[in-house]
């Protein structure tokens, strides 16, 4: 579903993805850990081209993309479309309600009726727990409750996969849990999904692999069975026994 190539990414001097290849299959559930600074977050933003890579290509769901050339607006669209994102600060429009957040990219995108933009934003709504809350605004709602209502509306869009920045790390701990359930739930369903996070807990059970980013690399990639018990970089050894201390 995802083939990315050789991607290189720089921020004025800095070079922040040094030669990144990465492979997510359809249906697969990819988690990458790194340390701050890595490239983690960059990487993510380049898979559905929030950022433009400088070079390499990026293959979404068939639709692929050389990186340092012009492309037809159409096609960045059209790639973009086939994806969602759910940042860590949630990154919900405060002047709308629950609902209406979920709404906006069915309505303004994908030009649905309101009237069926709001049923499909309520039964999401419903899907993450939040039955209760569709008229709330975001001030009025919990950092888990946002963050369910950020994935409402990344599924909204009908995405074939979610990309994921540290979804629960703005959370306190005891909301982690909400949002971890709906993000395994969506997994056990069959979605394609990238996340970013140090939840190892919920690598180990999810996860079908997982990926370790260092200074705009991968240096280790493997099945959390393996990874997590015998990494084989002393960089993923000292990183892991950090998180999990
Ligand atoms: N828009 C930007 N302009 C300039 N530098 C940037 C920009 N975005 C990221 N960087 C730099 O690129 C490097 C990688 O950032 P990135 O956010 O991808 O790391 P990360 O692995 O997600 O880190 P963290 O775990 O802290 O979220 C950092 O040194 C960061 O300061
Ligand atoms: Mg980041």
């Known amino acids: 579903m995802i083939r990315i190539r050789g991607l290189h990414k720089r921020f004025g001097d800095l070079e922040v993805l040094r030669g990144v290849d990465l492979d997510v299959e359809r249906g ?19 898979m559905n081209l929030l950022e433009e890579p400088e070079q390499g290509t990026v293959n979404v769901c068939g639709a692929e993309l050389e990186c340092g050339r012009r492309h037809p607006a159409r096609r960045v669209r059209d790639l973009r479309r086939r994806t969602a994102m759910v940042f860590q600060q949630f990154n ?29 934003g309520r ?25 369910r209502v950020a994935i409402a509306r990344a599924l909204a869009m009908e995405p074939e996969v979610i990309f994921f920045d540290e979804p629960t790390s703005a959370l306190d701990p005891e909301l982690h849990a909400e949002v971890l359930q709906v993000m395994r739930e969506l997994a056990r369903e069959g979605m394609t999904m990238v996340v970013v996070t140090h939840e190892i807990a919920f690598a180990r059970d999810v996860a079908d692999r997982v990926v370790f980013m260092d200074g705009g690399r991968v240096i ?17 050894r000292s990183f892991l026994s950090l998180v999990a201390s």
């Open 220 to 236: 280790e990639q493997g099945p959390p069975s393996s990874f997590f018990t015998a990494p084989d970089h002393p960089r993923v």
């Open 92 to 120: 919900l429009f405060p002047h709308l309600t629950a609902l209406q957040n979920v709404m906006e990219g069915p309505v303004s995108v994908r030009r649905l009726p309101r009237a069926q933009a709001a049923e499909l």
């Open 123 to 147: 039964r999401l709504l419903d899907r993450v727990g939040l039955t209760d809350k569709c008229d709330c605004y975001p001030a009025k709602l919990s950092g888990g409750q946002k963050q």
């Open 28 to 46: 697969e559930v990819v988690v990458v850990m790194g340390p701050s600074g890595s490239g983690k977050t960059t990487l993510i933003r380049c």
